[in-house]
Every structure is written in C-alpha cells, then in structure tokens.
C-alpha cells in the first residue's frame, strides 16, 4: 500500500507498506522494541508514529503536528514528534498485521 512518509528534516517522500510491523519499524527508527501508535484524522487518514517518540526525546515533527491539528486529532498543546507515516484509514484497515 501506498502511503506518505513525513521525517522530521521536513520532507515526505512517498513509499509502500506491506504490514503494520513494516510501518511500526519505519517510525520507530527499526528499534526493535520499538511501538506504534495509530492517531485518525477526521478526514479519513491515519497517522502511525512511535508510541515512545516523546519518551525518547524525538524531536517535534511540524509537519505531522500540522495534520494533526487540522484534523483535530490531537490536543492544541500536543504534538507528534519523530516521524509519521500518513495512510487512508480503508487501506490500514487490510494491511496485515506482520
């Protein structure tokens, strides 16, 4: 599946997933412990970023944070920080779980 991936140097380029451990390893910096968390948006789209990331002194990723906040998904002190992977929520739904 096609999604969009936002790194905190600004850019998104986008990329394909094939499973929600693909997209967790992407946010997480491959930690091999690392989680994801999944934040909708209320335009039908899905932010997957690192459950850690704040915990792990990512920086904020202005981009995701955005989003975010255009889609009230996140409180209006919050934040996402480190990197973000955007996907429409009917394709997250059909990616498998490896």
Avoid at 62 to 90: F, K, R
């Amino acid at each position: 599946m096609e999604a969009i991936l936002y790194r905190l140097d600004g850019t998104n380029r986008k990329i394909r997933v094939n499973s929600f451990m693909e997209a967790s390893k992407l946010v997480s910096n491959y930690d091999p412990n690392g989680l994801a968390e999944v934040v909708r948006l209320n335009n039908g789209e899905i932010l997957v970023i690192d459950q850690d990331g704040k915990l792990k002194n990512y920086p904020i990723n202005e981009q995701a944070t955005s989003l975010a906040h255009l889609h009230d998904a996140i409180y209006p002190h919050d934040c996402i920080v480190g990197d973000a992977l955007l996907l429409d929520e009917n394709q997250f739904e059909d990616l498998s779980f490896e």
